[in-house]
């Protein structure tokens, strides 16, 4: 399996911006299919934004028109280009693929 690292994450006011990555252990190629995951205390993991193997990407309604989900090619990195932040997007933030693992995922803290 392949081991990815989340990183970018923080603390932020709201309206604010934060850029968060994904880091793979080794070149892929070609893309697999990857996701962003979110989970704040108490509440059950929640999907955030996907892109497939064709660079089809979907959103969860909370947060369309305010994320963007892309990669670099060949995929060794993948990001989630977070706007318009509120408080209600506070939670730990996993990256995940068909490839790859569970990591530790990055805090994001959006607070004033």
């Known amino acids: 399996q392949v081991h990815f690292v989340e990183s970018g994450g923080g603390l932020v006011q709201p309206g604010g911006s934060l850029r968060l990555s994904c880091k793979a252990s080794r070149r892929i190629f070609p893309a697999p299919a990857m996701d962003w995951y979110r989970q704040a205390p108490g509440k059950q993991r929640e999907f955030v934004a996907g892109?497939?193997?064709?660079?089809?990407?979907n959103y969860a309604d909370s947060v369309k028109g305010r994320f963007t989900i892309w990669r670099d090619n060949p995929t060794t990195t993948m990001y989630l280009q977070m706007n318009s932040l509120k408080p209600e997007d506070t939670a730990v933030y996993y990256c995940?693929?068909?490839?790859?693992?569970w990591g530790q995922g990055t805090q994001v803290t959006v607070s004033s």
């Open positions: 995940k693929s068909p490839v790859g693992d």
């Open positions: 892109i497939t193997t064709t660079d089809t990407t």
